[in-house]
């Protein structure tokens, strides 16, 4: 959205890969999908945020564009996207909450 890419590598991957690409992501895959993926379930919520968010400012600040985002306004999306992102549904952000977020205000 912010950075005209996918938030997922889709090209030449599998399940697995796309699961654990997802888990790194966003967060560790919901305990139902454990006997149809192997990914990683040791990521927590804090270290996921760092994924999303270096992902999101290589992607952004690259050398052929003019930003329009400061570095804090990108990590306020990456936070919203983050809960947007969420695999399962009960846990994603709802519109109240959205409205919330500073990079909306």
Known sequence: MLTGQPPFDTIMTNKDILA?????????LPDRW??????????NDED?????????AELYFDEGKKPELSETELEAWAR??????????????????????????
Request: overall charge negative; some cysteine.
């Open 48 to 56: 996921s945020s760092l994924v999303l968010e270096e992902l999101l």
């Open 20 to 28: 654990s690409q997802m888990a790194e992501s966003v967060g560790s």
């Open 34 to 43: 454990e006997d149809c993926y192997t990914a990683p379930s040791h990521n």
């Open 80 to 105: 919203l996207l983050k809960k947007l992102l969420r695999l399962e549904t009960s846990e994603r952000a709802t519109a109240t909450e959205i409205l919330q977020e500073d990079c909306l205000k």
